[in-house]
Every structure is written in C-alpha cells, then in structure tokens.
C-alpha cells in the first residue's frame, strides 16, 4: 500500500526558512516521479516542486526557483523541500505525491495529507 506522510511545515517570520520531508512507503522511491505541491483556499493546486526518479531532472515553478530547493534520501525513503526566503504568498497547505511513472510528467496518483506552511509576522 502505498503511502506518503508530511511533517515540517509550521508559522514561520518573512525571510525564514522550513525544511518539508515526505516519508513514503509501498513503492521504490528512486525509480519513482514525486513531486511537491500547495493549494490555498479558492485556488486551485500549483506544482511547486517535481523531480524524475533516477538522475533525472527537477521542476521549480517560477514563484519559488532559487528559494526553494528539492531532495531525496532514497536510502531513508523520504523528500524534501528546503523552503528560505519565505513569503507571505508562500503561505498555502502544502501536499506531496507520487506520479504513477519515473516521469513527473505523467499524472500524480498518490497523496499525503498535507501540512500547513503560514508565512507571517
């Protein structure tokens, strides 16, 4: 069965920074797409993150390139995301998944349950 757990997020001062992970289970997390995403009330859910499995290439939407920064552990089956200079617009619940092949390009198919990240002073 597979599954993806978050921890992380928190209230955190404009300017700081937060570390995501994503403990993942029932499924080999190197050989896999995965991806980070957040969603705020009304709005729809934006892809923050992606990366291939294998050596393959990493996505960063244009709001958070140079900010933001993901990784993976597979030894320890978890992600990251490495949130600094955070924003108050960065404030959203944020997911992460699994896309169904090693491409983040096919359709995500498996998601936590999120955790909320608020950006605020």
């Known amino acids: 069965q597979v599954q993806l757990v978050e921890s992380g997020g928190g209230l955190v001062q404009p300017g700081g920074s937060l570390r995501l992970s994503c403990v993942v289970s029932g499924f080999i997390l190197e050989y896999s797409g995965i991806g980070w995403f957040r969603q705020t009330p009304g709005k729809e859910r934006e892809a923050v993150s992606c990366?291939?499995?294998?050596?393959?290439?990493?996505f960063y939407a244009d709001s958070v390139k140079d900010r933001f920064t993901m990784s993976r552990d597979n030894a320890k089956n978890t992600f990251y995301l490495q949130m600094s200079s955070l924003k108050p617009e960065d404030t959203a619940v944020y997911y992460c998944?699994?896309?169904?092949?090693?491409?983040?390009?096919?359709?995500?198919?498996?998601w936590g349950q999120g955790t909320q990240v608020t950006v605020s002073s």
């Open positions: 998944a699994k896309a169904l092949e090693t491409n983040y390009l096919t359709p995500f198919d498996s």
């Open positions: 990366m291939n499995g294998g050596k393959g290439s990493t």
